[in-house]
């Protein structure tokens, strides 16, 4: 198991590697990414049964990832992972790449074509119900961004999970609180989001998205109730690892110039020594 | 014994559960309206309630398919092709989960209940979905064996059924195969190719016109709608006679454009017609009143077959 001061290492190589190929595809989900990496630091390397020998394995834990613009979070901890050479992300984006700006099948790794918003806790619901009527120990774990709830289906989801009582099954929003247009607060706000899912029969914690031991806590508690889906709202900073990008909307899936990126690495290279 | 093809397709997935316990049907409060009840009295833990969730139902069947579930997903086709087109595009289609689709009711099947309930648009927007085969089985015969393969598939199927008891189409030709159309009466005169449910008034016309006109009709049954079968297409257009297609669908999108399709671009200038619902919401009736309101009837069909013979 990987210490604190492991994953932190990890997911500061993460976020430098997730600016070198968004820099040069010139293109990526920035802010999105760089909010969500450490939840996915910590599920890849502490908490999923899954790597590049077991992906096949119909017993795997299955990551879900519902917001699929944020794949190249998802891409660097693939290829640290070995599920592909990480020399392949050089081709994101370009013509007639299989790294495509969403996850896809196409790279070994990624379970599930995702990218349009609001459909994938019911696919995650689906996956969980296959375990329960196997009877298979498999957990299903789906990010969701918090932008993406308005989206009706995930609420006829939400009821069908705790319907069938899918304790295998935890989604996690990386509750960044920015969305495209602004704040999610004012876009469409789903706030006390604790509540509405409490409502819909989940069981719910709140955990700090960038604090390694708060998320392995909430993992190892999973389910957090027998019987029930768990959510684990994480609270989290887009941008998050460089000043001038946390919280500023235009980083949603700004592209850093030359400077940006050389300045960015830095502070990150700093951080690293630190 | 002639029954609707939607108690063939029940009884064949009862047959098919007793030795497939991964089978399972899927369902979106629709168990009565598919003819399903027998199959969740007899296979209990083989069927799924999701509630009146359609895009839902399609996602969670997406999910189990990719566990490896062997899912039929069964909603009214009006809004299981509709609300749920984009779960059908992406989570099925795109990701590959290979989901059985099946939608009940279609076409016209709901009558008088009206537009709201009508699927004329289904095989027209699926057609553009890549990576789904689409299947309007015409009889019973072709019901049991289109689910049959459905069952087999690794790739997702759109199957389209109506409710009406439907007669069999032809004792001889008993080849099934997606992809394949079956040609259920010879004739030298001209084709009709129909699907699903408008098959059989497309086989009363073809007896009328040889009965009451000497014209002998070739009749097609097109039951899968992609991928066409064009090899049939061009060994039919290939006399020069004329083509007649019949759909229980918009004219714009179904059949008769993917005949016309190909036919154009394949240098056939035969006389064609398409026969289908018109651009409009359907006049109130049922089933066959619509039909008969359309031209989609025995003396319907008739009638156009003559005109394009110069007979009319
Ligand atoms: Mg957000």
Redesign the pocket.
């Known amino acids: 198991m990987l210490t604190v001061s492991e994953l932190a290492q990890k997911s500061t190589q993460y976020r430098r590697n997730i600016l070198q190929y968004i820099y040069g595809a010139g293109a990526g989900h920035t802010g999105?990414s760089l909010s969500c990496i450490d939840i996915l630091n910590v599920l890849y390397n502490t908490v999923l049964n899954v790597g590049p020998d077991t992906f096949t394995s119909p017993d795997r834990d299955r990551y879900i990832q519902s917001k699929g613009h944020t794949v190249e979070a998802l891409y660097v901890v693939l290829a640290d992972l070995g599920f592909f050479p990480e020399t392949d992300l050089q081709t994101l984006c370009r013509y007639n790449s299989h790294y495509i700006g969403h996850p896809t099948r196409k790279v070994y790794g990624v379970e599930q074509n995702t990218g349009s918003l609001g459909h994938w806790l019911s696919l995650s619901v689906g996956t969980a119900l296959a375990a329960k009527l196997d009877d298979r120990a498999y957990r299903v774990f789906t990010l969701m961004?918090?932008?993406e709830l308005p989206e009706g289906s995930n609420w006829e989801a939400a009821l069908l999970a705790s319907h069938y009582k899918l304790d295998n099954l935890c989604a996690i929003v990386?509750k960044?609180?920015?969305?495209i247009t602004g704040p999610?607060a004012d876009v469409c706000s789903t706030d006390p989001l604790d509540q509405k899912f409490e409502a819909f029969g989940w069981a719910v914690r709140h955990v700090d998205g960038h604090d390694f031991t708060a998320l392995q806590e909430a993992f190892d508690a999973l389910p957090f109730a027998t019987g029930k889906p768990s959510l684990v709202i994480a609270h989290t900073v887009?941008g998050k690892g460089v000043s001038f990008m946390e919280n500023q909307l235009k980083w949603h899936h700004g592209v850093p110039s030359y400077d940006q990126y050389q300045q960015a690495l830095e502070e990150l290279g700093e951080r690293a020594k630190e | 014994m002639e029954k609707a093809n939607l108690d063939i397709f029940s009884a064949t997935l009862q047959t098919l559960a007793e030795t497939d316990r991964n089978l399972l049907v899927v369902t979106s409060d629709s168990r009565g309206s598919g003819k399903l009840v027998p199959f969740g009295q007899r296979f209990p833990k083989q069927i799924v309630e999701i509630g009146i969730a359609e895009q839902n139902l399609v996602g969670v069947a997406a999910g189990l398919a990719s566990a490896g579930k062997n899912v039929f997903a069964v909603s009214p086709a009006c809004f299981l092709t509709a609300r749920s087109f984009e779960q059908i595009k992406t989570d099925v289609c795109y990701s590959n989960n290979p989901v059985r689709l099946v939608g009940i009711s279609a076409g016209v099947s709901y009558g008088a209940l009206g537009s709201t309930h009508h699927s004329l648009h289904d095989l027209a927007a699926l057609r553009a979905v890549h990576n789904l085969t689409i299947v309007a089985p015409a009889d019973n015969f072709e019901t049991e064996q289109a689910v049959r393969l459905a069952a087999q598939m690794n790739t997702p199927v759109y199957l389209r059924f109506g409710k009406k008891t439907m007669p069999l189409l032809s004792e001889t030709n008993r080849e099934f195969a997606f992809g394949k159309g079956r040609v259920v009466r010879e004739g030298e005169d001209l084709t009709l190719i129909a699907t699903g449910e408008t098959v059989y008034p497309a086989l009363q016309a073809a007896r009328r016109l040889e009965t009451e006109q000497g014209i002998r009709a070739r009749v097609v049954s097109m039951h899968t709608i992609k991928p066409l079968d064009y090899d049939l297409l061009a060994m039919v257009a290939a006399d020069g006679c004329p083509i007649v297609t019949v759909e229980e669908h918009s004219v714009y999108g179904g059949l008769g454009e993917g005949c016309a399709s190909f036919l154009l671009q394949n240098g056939f200038r035969n006389r064609f017609r398409i026969m289908g619902i018109p651009d409009e919401y359907t006049v109130t009736g049922s089933q066959l009143e619509i039909f008969a309101h359309y031209g989609l009837s025995e003396t319907g069909i008739e009638r156009v077959a003559l005109e394009l013979l110069d007979r009319g």
């Open positions: 999105g961004g918090d932008g990386d960044n609180t920015l969305q999610t887009k």
